[in-house]
Each structure stands twice: as C-alpha cells, then as structure tokens.
C-alpha cells in the first residue's frame, strides 16, 4: 500500500524534481507555523497569559479561522511529501511520535469543543476553569512535541 | 567572511554545540515556534491593515496588543539564530538564501517599529483618511511578503 503510493506519478515527480520537495516543505513549515501561532494564541488565552482584555470566545473566534485555513494547507503540503517517501517515513519513529500526537491534540481539542466549551458564557471574559487550563496546558505540549518530532524527520 | 566562519567553527563554544546531536533539532523547534508567535502576530495585524479581517478591534489597539509578543518571539529568535550561526557556520553565513533572509528580516524589523510608533500616535491613526488607509494597506502587504519570503528563505537555506 504505501509502496503502492511511493510509486504513483505525482509521487515520482516530488522525489524526482529538484525544487518540488523544497517548494512543498516551504509551504508546510509557513502552514504549520500559522497553526502553531494560532493555537498558542487561544491556549494563552485560556491560561491567562495573553489577551487578558478579551473574551475567550472572542480570541478563539478570531483565530481558529487562521487555524483551520493553515492546518489544510499544511496537512495538504505534508501529505504530498510523505507519499514521495511513503515507506522510510512510515517507519521514522520521530514521524510516528508526531501522527500520535496529532490525534492526541485532535481529541483534545473535540474534548474542549463538546464538553469544556459549553459553559464558556459564565466565564468567557473571566478565568478559565481547570478544565479548560489544562485542556491549554495539553494542547501547548502536544504542539511543541509534533514540532519537535518533526522537525525530528530530517535528523535520524 | 570564510576565514571569520572558519575561526569561529574552531571555537570551543561551536565544537562543543557541533558534537551534540540534539542540539541543532532543539534549537531549530524553538526557533521554529517563535516563528509561529511573529507570523500569527504580525499576519493577524496586516490582515487588519489590509482590511481583509473587518470584524474586532481596530489596527492600532491590535499593534498595541499584539507587536510587544512580537519582539518577545524576535529575541528569541536572535539568540536562537545565533545560537545555529555559532554550531555551523559556513552552513549560514556563507549561504546566499541565509543572507537574503538576513536583509529581508532587517527591513520587517523596521517596517513593524514604524507601524508600532505610527499606532500610538493616536486612536483612529490607521482609518483617520484615505492616504492612511492606503498607507496601512501597503505596509501591510510588504509585512506579509516579507514574513514568507523569511521563512521561505530560511527553509531554503539547507538547499542552496
């Protein structure tokens, strides 16, 4: 199956071309860093570091828009270079660390979405309960690890 | 400038990072997520400029809020870059992509302390007339190429 992908045209073309696999990992590292930037921005939010003045619905609402646009970006961008070398990254321990991770930090985000969220009105411009701190705590150290592993791919 | 990069690969301080393996991934994430703090910053505040985000507050409270984290995020950056610049350095200095992104980061630098002083000036500064509209339009635009063209130009280091 990922052998099966590695061997698909587009697939030759990005392992094959000199610029195509550069070009492609520009755009996920410009995508990835909007998202982080994004993400951080409402966690600090929620941990009352930053934003202090603003009400935590309406930092999420100006930058989960951000979030979402750059993430399709850089899962596009990302996908497009793990079908060029399907089999190595599959077995690239720091490129499974970072796959765990992201649906770690998916859960907890549905998590926050469907249960913490839901009482934001009483505390929207006040302090955030434990529960929605340490879904922030979480969300930050699942980020900063699929950063770290990925920036990981290129050293093992 | 090679013989500069050659001494200070000789270092004790540049032998010492070069033999750890950990320390150019590690020093890079950081790098890498205090990138993400100056693009969400200064994007969010040029999307405003350019008045493609209608919606919350207005440029120059954003410039307030949001340019202090943007030079918190740019320290780190500066000890970071160094800090990769001390482990290799013919990899950065002698690199025309590194250089390129060097000048490019000196003019952001620039553009952002006069959209900082301009935003303190007075409440209404960016939407006060036309020509300052049209003047926070255009500083956002070249905010915002620049702040791809560093990051493209830093990627592109490792393959030029």
Not at chain 1, 128 to 150: D, K, Q
Not at chain 2, 10 to 27: E, I, K, N
Not at chain 2, 34 to 61: K, Q
Request: hydrophobic content about 55%.
């Amino acid at each position: 199956m990922l052998s099966w992908l590695e061997h698909r045209p587009f697939a030759i073309a990005i392992a094959e071309s000199t610029w195509l696999f550069p070009i492609t990992e520009t755009v996920h590292v410009l995508a990835l860093t909007v998202v982080i930037g994004a993400v951080a921005m409402m966690d600090l939010r929620l941990l009352g570091v930053g934003n202090k003045d603003r009400p935590v619905s309406e930092v999420i609402a100006s930058a989960l828009p951000w979030a979402w646009t750059a993430f399709t970006v850089a899962f596009i961008a990302g996908s497009m270079m793990f079908c060029s070398k399907a089999v190595s990254y599959a077995a690239n321990v720091p490129f499974r660390i970072k796959m765990v991770c992201m649906v770690l930090a998916a859960i907890n985000m549905l998590v926050f979405h469907f249960f913490t969220a839901r009482g934001m009105a009483t505390w929207d411009e006040g302090r955030p309960p434990l529960s929605a701190r340490l879904a922030a705590v979480f969300s930050l150290t699942l980020w900063v690890v699929i950063v770290a592993s990925g920036r990981w791919i290129g050293f093992v | 400038m090679q013989d500069f990069c050659d001494w200070l690969a000789a270092t004790t301080l540049s032998q010492f990072f070069a033999g750890q393996d950990w320390f150019v991934p590690t020093v890079q994430t950081l790098h890498i997520l205090s990138i993400a703090m100056v693009l969400i910053t200064l994007g969010m505040l040029d999307f405003r400029l350019l008045h493609l985000t209608r919606r919350g507050p207005a440029p120059e409270v954003l410039a307030g809020r949001f340019i202090p984290w943007t030079w918190r995020a740019l320290t780190v950056l500066l000890v970071t870059g160094a800090l990769l610049i001390i482990t290799e350095p013919t990899r950065e200095l002698m690199n025309n992509a590194f250089r390129l992104k060097m000048v490019m980061v000196v003019v952001l630098i620039l553009l952002t302390v006069t959209v900082q002083r301009a935003s303190a000036r007075e409440p209404g500064y960016w939407n006060a007339s036309p020509g300052r509209r049209r003047l926070g339009g255009a500083l956002g635009i070249a905010s915002l190429v620049l702040c791809v063209g560093i990051v493209a130009a830093g990627r592109l280091i490792a393959y030029v």
